[in-house]
């Protein structure tokens, strides 16, 4: 199967830059990590990844595709190879994250999948831009923090930055304050749902992500 809700590059960034917010599943537990999904999709969240270093990562994807609502598409993330990017369409997947510049984004360009690709310097994330890239996962954004992305929108202004790994709510704010275009959340917003942990505390985190990210905290630091 193909994506129900399938993306193209304008929509997937007009989706990006509307709801500033990509989940990321990552889990040891298929059933939970699917619950996740589900969990997100109700509470609003629009781009939810499946890292594919979750168990049964491609059938998480699978059954996630076909029961969230027109609302939401599932992407699939750690994707690495022209392989990776070829089944994970086939399970379903309407867009793709890498963690650098692999084969993997080149692949998700010619199969028509909207694709975020990692990239930590300057020269990476032209590189990833020039692969076909359509916003650049800064990754791990943890290194660097939200001083790094400032710094880096002032020879980029228009490079669609999305900071990835270890954004909590405060920074997610700060990151959106400085420009991003969007966060990328996993464990801050997830904890350990996708592990067979608890879903009410993961709808609280949730709909305090989904009120940060629909306010326009742009230029306020």
């Given at each position: ?15 990006l ?5 990509a989940a ?6 298929a059933?939970a ?6 969990t ?7 781009l939810v ?7 049964d990562?491609l ?26 990017v ?6 379903g997947a309407?867009?793709i994250v890498t ?8 692949a998700?360009?010619n199969a028509?999948?909207?694709v975020?690709?990692?990239?930590l ?8 831009r020039?692969?076909?890239a ?6 791990p ?5 939200p001083?790094?992305?400032?710094a880096?929108r002032?020879?980029f202004p228009?490079?669609?930055f999305v ?10 704010e700060?990151y959106?304050?400085?420009?991003a ?10 904890g350990?749902?996708a ?6 505390a ?8 989904v ?6 905290t742009?230029?306020e630091?």
């Amino acid at each position: 199967m193909h994506s129900p809700n399938p993306l193209t590059s304008d929509t997937f960034a007009h989706v990006l830059r509307r709801t500033r917010l990509a989940a990321i599943v990552r889990g040891s537990d298929a059933d939970a990590a699917l619950r996740t999904v589900l969990t997100l999709a109700e509470e609003g969240v629009a781009l939810v990844e499946v890292s594919l270093n979750t168990t049964d990562a491609l059938g998480v994807v699978r059954r996630a595709a076909s029961e969230v609502g027109p609302g939401t598409v599932v992407g699939a993330g750690t994707v690495l190879s022209e392989d990776d990017v070829a089944r994970a369409h086939e399970a379903g997947a309407g867009w793709i994250v890498t963690p650098a510049n692999t084969e993997a984004v080149a692949a998700s360009v010619n199969a028509g999948l909207p694709v975020l690709a990692g990239a930590l310097t300057p020269a990476e994330a032209v590189a990833v831009r020039r692969a076909g890239a359509d916003a650049v996962k800064l990754f791990p954004a943890s290194l660097g923090g939200p001083a790094y992305l400032k710094a880096l929108r002032d020879p980029f202004p228009d490079m669609p930055f999305v900071p990835v790994g270890g954004v909590d709510l405060a920074g997610a704010e700060q990151y959106l304050a400085h420009g991003a275009v969007a966060v990328g959340v996993g464990s801050p917003l997830v904890g350990d749902a996708a592990h067979g942990g608890d879903l009410t505390a993961l709808r609280e985190r949730t709909r305090r992500f989904v009120a940060l990210c629909a306010r326009d905290t742009r230029g306020e630091a």
